[in-house]
């Protein structure tokens, strides 16, 4: 049960969150970030056991739902290991900085809530191995960033991002959902341990581009890859500790490891590799295009992490080997340097008031501990020697080298793409901390307290000492989790140098020509002015124009099809029964209407004049008095017509239900105002042309039913069983008090209520009111 009360265990105590707040105040931070610690403590303890697990994996089993074959399956490998530490691991850091970065906001204990439950079933997501399981705590986190994007929700900005963030992410899952149900229909199962030994199953099948098309889909939306990267940016409107765990280890690294889960399963095909490589090239070379353009501390970062996902999903697409080890080398590395970087850029808003770069300036001397730190991610994040980043980033460069396809253009996209991050390092890592001293909004700026510095502190140096021991990582984790995205095994090739080669003077040239940028970053500002106007057409424009037209549709089907008229409701749902119904009779079976009309008596005939009459009267008098009249002779001719095909018993309950009828509508029509005008001629022909339709179509149904029959008829049971179960010989009685006793105690009760609801009219008076 260890996997799964790990699991459940953020939802438990995010349930007592608040309590704890209110009791321990600041400190209550620290005492809930015990929980993610104990976490991280119990998923390393897998890591000893791991390269002796069966296939390098544990696969755990409860039942949930077993009449519909869903189980809380867990699959415990090298890649749910890795992402299940950095939950955890980055998790306690993101829980302890929050107790003080918030401290006295009033929702802190809400804030508890929420992100507790966010880790939890970020936690669920990667480490379940039932897909429908998988798909429940996947929609589970789309929901908890909702509501920790939006967790300042009076200020209409967040809500408006936790809103786009909710519906790009929504919209993929119910994709997904659809493609993952396809492949356990292809794959004969939901457990994914056994989807993933699958073989060539899914690339052989027809249904395998609809499958990569849908699941592609909600991986695209949920890790931000063009063209659905414009929410991500947009989700900065949550508070900075959301922002680093939603970058670092959480919710946009969703989709990247789904990816990385199915490789074995869908990947190693051409469609795969153009996909996830074409896509994620262009997402990791506008995610960095357009972090240069920006200012905003959170949002330079944020288009920095579409860049990384953009990176990691086209190392997926190529597929190699070296592409795996180099995709969760950079994955680590980036989850290190970036939950660092942005819990500095939380310090930066919390001691100085800065939230734009250019704000700031000269800070190393208010906070120098904050300014090392800084420096030292991002180092890693511009790959600089001897950071993990370095090591990642030339990893990188072999795996695009040496692509299968698209080796060239995949070559050039990664190398100016590094030379850009290398730009955006220097801008977070030299400008806010050097040169002249800005007069930053706070005064005076101060080093922040131990709860903000710990995250920093401890992510950023792992990032360096991780570097320096590349070899004991790989060999400890990072081929394990290669070896579950590539389906086979792997060998550790982590290595801090790897000697002169290609890769590492491409990684010199990105760096040198990345400097050069950054001396000229307000000069490639103004020269990439044009992207303001091309912005106006882009990604997020769209999703604007069909949200606007989202809602001028809905205002039209409202005015339309909800105008607050019943006429018109029932006009709308009888037209359109009448057209699939009659559509579907006449192309889809073979009717055959036998109307015989040989054995028609007189007296029977003129029961049925009569019965028109009475209907054409009904519809054509000007008095109500009249109509009720004639609508009560329609139900009593209806009665005779039981009583002459010897159901007399359904006669008599004709009769008695039809003059209850006409009394309660005589009484209330003595409490209902005269006519204030007629219906215009056109309108009383339209409603008979569609009464006449409706009628029509009633009559066929019933005529192609009495000579179609598609199974035995019930009449035989009810006749043999009335008697020994029933204990009645009147069978119509039987069938409506034993057989279809509920249904029958149903229709008493809509009458009682209709009953109830008429005496209230007539005893309503205007002047009680008053």
């Given amino acids: 049960m260890g996997v799964l009360l790990a699991v459940l265990s953020g939802f438990v105590i995010a349930a007592v969150a608040p309590w704890v707040h209110r009791g321990l105040g600041r400190h209550g931070g620290w005492v809930l970030a015990a929980l993610p610690a104990a976490l991280f403590i119990y998923f390393a303890s897998f890591l000893p056991g791991l390269g002796e697990a069966e296939g390098g994996r544990f696969i755990l089993e409860y039942d949930w739902i077993p009449s519909l074959g869903i189980q809380l399956s867990f699959l415990v490998d090298g890649l749910s290991l890795l992402f299940a530490l950095l939950i955890s691991g980055i998790g306690f850091f993101v829980v302890a900085y929050a107790g003080r970065y918030l401290e006295g906001h009033r929702d802190l204990g809400r804030?508890?809530?929420?992100?507790?439950?966010?880790?939890?079933?970020?936690?669920?997501?990667?480490?379940?191995?039932?897909?429908?399981?998988?798909?429940?705590?996947?929609?589970?986190?789309?929901?908890?960033?909702?509501?920790?994007?939006?967790?300042?929700?009076?200020?209409?900005?967040?809500?408006?991002?936790?809103?786009?963030?909710?519906?790009?992410?929504?919209?993929?899952?119910?994709?997904?959902?659809?493609?993952?149900?396809?492949?356990?229909?292809?794959?004969?199962?939901?457990?994914?341990?056994?989807l993933l030994t699958s073989g060539d199953i899914f690339r052989e099948h027809?249904?395998?581009?609809?499958?990569?098309?849908?699941?592609?889909?909600?991986?695209?939306?949920?890790?931000?890859?063009?063209?659905?990267?414009?929410?991500?940016?947009?989700?900065?409107?949550?508070?900075?500790?959301?922002?680093?765990?939603?970058?670092?280890?959480?919710?946009?690294k969703a989709g990247v490891y789904l990816m990385a889960r199915l490789n074995p399963s869908l990947g190693g095909t051409e469609a795969w590799m153009l996909l996830l490589g074409l896509f994620g090239a262009v997402t990791m070379f506008v995610g960095v295009f357009l972090s240069l353009r920006s200012t905003g501390i959170k949002q330079l970062l944020a288009y920095s992490t579409v860049m990384a996902l953009g990176t990691l999903t086209m190392l997926i697409g190529v597929g190699s080997e070296t592409a795996m080890l180099a995709a969760m080398a950079f994955l680590l590395a980036h989850s290190l340097y970036k939950g660092a970087l942005f819990l500095v850029a939380g310090i930066l808003d919390h001691e100085a008031g800065c939230k734009d770069i250019l704000q700031t300036g000269g800070l190393r001397r208010a906070l120098p501990v904050t300014t090392a730190f800084a420096g030292l991610a991002a180092l890693s994040l511009a790959g600089v020697l001897p950071a993990l980043g370095f090591v990642a980033k030339e990893l990188l460069f072999e795996a695009v080298l040496e692509a299968p396809a698209l080796a060239g253009l995949l070559s050039i996209l990664a190398v100016v793409s590094a030379m850009m991050v290398v730009a955006v390092a220097a801008i977070i890592g030299i400008r806010p901390w050097y040169g002249p001293r800005a007069d930053t909004p706070k005064r005076p700026a101060h080093e922040a307290p131990p709860a903000l510095l710990a995250g920093p502190v401890v992510l950023a140096s792992l990032g360096l000492l991780f570097g320096l021991g590349a070899g004991w990582v790989d060999q400890g984790l990072i081929s394990w989790a290669a070896a579950a995205v590539y389906g086979a095994p792997v060998s550790p090739y982590l290595s801090l140098w790897h000697g002169f080669n290609l890769p590492l003077l491409l990684s010199g040239v990105s760096l040198a020509l990345g400097l050069l940028l950054y001396l000229n970053w307000e000069r490639f500002r103004r020269f990439t002015g044009f992207m303001e106007v091309a912005n106006r057409y882009g990604p997020e424009a769209a999703y604007e124009k069909s949200m606007s037209g989202m809602v001028w549709l809905s205002g039209w089907q409202t005015r339309v099809l909800q105008n607050g008229y019943l006429r018109y409701y029932l006009l709308t749902i009888l037209v359109s029964t009448v057209g699939l119904v009659m559509v579907t009779l006449f192309t889809r079976t073979d009717v055959n209407i036998d109307l015989d009309l040989s054995g028609i008596l007189v007296h029977e005939a003129f029961i049925v004049a009569v019965l028109l009459m009475a209907a054409l009267v009904s519809v054509t008098t000007r008095s109500r008095l009249g109509a009720v009249a004639s609508l009560g002779a329609v139900g009593f001719c209806v009665a005779l017509i039981y009583v002459l095909f010897s159901a007399a018993d359904v006669g008599i309950t004709q009769v008695l239900v039809e003059t209850l009828t006409v009394i309660m509508l005589v009484l209330v029509l003595f409490r209902l105002p005269g006519f204030l005008g007629l219906t215009p001629m056109a309108l009383r022909i339209r409603d008979a042309l569609i009464a006449l339709a409706v009628g029509t179509m009633m009559a066929v149904l019933k005529l192609a039913a009495s000579t179609t029959q598609y199974a035995d008829s019930i009449s035989d049971y009810f006749i043999q069983e009335s008697q020994p179960s029933g204990y009645g010989r009147n069978i119509v009685n039987v069938i409506l008090v034993d057989f279809r006793a509920l249904d029958t105690l149903g229709e008493i009760v809509v009458l009682a209520l209709a009953a109830v609801g008429v005496y209230a009219m007539i005893k309503f008076r205007a002047e009680d009111r008053k």
Wanted: charged content about 10%; glycine content about 8%.
């Fill in 206 to 252: 027809d249904w395998y581009m609809g499958i990569l098309l849908l699941v592609l889909l909600g991986c695209f939306t949920k890790s931000a890859q063009y063209p659905f990267h414009f929410w991500l940016p947009n989700a900065m409107a949550a508070p900075t500790p959301v922002s680093a765990y939603l970058h670092s280890a959480t919710m946009v």
């Fill in 111 to 194: 804030f508890y809530v929420l992100i507790l439950a966010f880790m939890a079933s970020m936690l669920g997501l990667v480490l379940s191995s039932n897909l429908i399981s998988l798909f429940v705590f996947w929609e589970l986190t789309s929901i908890t960033s909702y509501l920790l994007i939006g967790y300042n929700h009076e200020d209409a900005k967040a809500r408006k991002s936790a809103l786009q963030g909710l519906f790009v992410t929504v919209a993929g899952g119910l994709a997904l959902l659809t493609g993952l149900i396809m492949m356990a229909l292809v794959g004969g199962s939901y457990e994914l341990h056994e």
